[in-house]
């Protein structure tokens, strides 16, 4: 004996969507809150703790290397342009309508671009803590 259940989907009421000023201005206070989230995050990771590890490192061979600090802050710049003209090298090759058009193509770009981008960045945040002490 077999029988058969029909079930339908319920009525859904939806709210009419907002205005379209409403919505632009909801994404703008998320992107804001997203920037303020970004802003905490980065405090957290390089907060007080961090440079307190720092100082402890730099204040046992401060004897040996007095100007290290102004000299890592005196360096940081040439670091960044370096770096974000790379980015841009790279953007630039993303922009192109084959530049992920394959794996071949993907293992391209990291093998040009990954390595770089990765050591770079690590430069950055090193000479960034050193140059912190500078302050």
Avoid at 30 to 40: F, I, M, P, S
Avoid at 44 to 65: K, M, N, S
Avoid at 85 to 102: G, H, S, Y
Wanted: hydrophobic letters at 40%; glycine letters at 6%; proline letters at 7%.
């Amino acid at each position: 004996m077999t029988s058969s259940i029909i079930v339908s989907s319920p009525a859904i009421d939806l709210p009419a969507p907002p205005p379209a000023g409403e919505t632009a201005e909801l994404l703008r206070q998320l992107v804001d809150l997203q920037r303020e989230q970004l802003v905490a995050t980065r405090a957290l990771h390089a907060g007080p703790h961090e440079r307190a590890r720092w100082r402890a490192i730099y204040g046992r061979h401060e004897a040996d290397l007095p100007t290290l600090p102004g000299d890592a802050k005196r360096a940081l710049p040439s670091v960044e342009k370096c770096y974000l003209e790379l980015l841009a090298e790279l953007t630039e090759k993303l922009t192109e309508p084959d530049a992920m058009e394959n794996e071949f193509a993907v293992a391209e770009l990291l093998d040009r671009y990954g390595q770089r981008l990765g050591q770079l960045g690590n430069l950055l945040g090193q000479l960034g803590q050193l140059a912190a002490l500078a302050e």
